[in-house]
């Protein structure tokens, strides 16, 4: 009985150390599901139009920002304090106008800025984000709201570079076109 306890012993030591030894996975695939707004009286309806995505890896707590419309465009980004530019994203996402979350970025950094461009609905969204340990797959919500000027929610900023543009209505035989503030 004596040797049951020692090996019994033994291999839960042994088990506890490996687990010790767990190996960490920096990174995650951002699933995002991307829903719009092009006039203030429509319904939020899930996107259909195509997504552009990228995402750069960045030193945490730098300042990065999408100047215009046309870096956006153009997979530009700017740092803040220094005026360096870089147009290399490191992520280039995935869209898929049927799957629940329409846009997909694989990320494996510490530190990420994200940029998400609608390009028929003229705005663009941006989002500072710390990848999770060990969690292979996240999900996130983005809201798009063509009509407003610009606004955070969710840890994102939407920007719309063209706040006085008349917008359609991006619901089936609704009349109502009249910009909204």
């Known amino acids: 009985m004596k040797h049951l306890t020692k090996i019994l012993t ?3 030591l042994l088990l506890c150390l490996t687990a010790c030894f767990k190996e960490e996975n920096q990174g995650t695939l951002l699933k995002i599901a991307v829903y719009s707004q092009n006039v ?10 195509e997504i552009d995505s990228y995402a750069f890896y960045v030193p945490e707590k730098s300042k990065w920002e999408v100047s215009s419309w046309e870096d956006a465009l153009e997979c530009r980004i700017t740092n803040t304090e220094r005026k360096e530019q870089r147009n290399d994203p490191e992520v280039i996402g995935t869209f898929d106008a049927e799957a629940e979350y329409q846009v997909e970025l694989d990320m494996w950094s510490e530190s990420v800025f994200m940029v998400v461009v609608d390009r028929t609905n003229r705005v663009f969204a941006t989002r500072y984000y710390d990848t999770p340990m060990n ?8 809201h798009l709201y063509a009509w407003r000027k610009s606004g955070t929610a969710n840890g994102w900023t939407v920007t719309n570079p063209f706040p006085d543009e008349e917008r359609e209505s991006l619901v089936e035989g609704d ?6 503030e």
């Open 175 to 180: 009349e109502n076109n009249e910009t909204q």
């Open 10 to 12: 033994i291999a839960t």
């Open 40 to 49: 203030s009286s429509d319904p939020i309806t899930k996107t259909t139009t």
């Open 135 to 142: 969690i292979p797959v996240t999900y996130a919500q983005l």
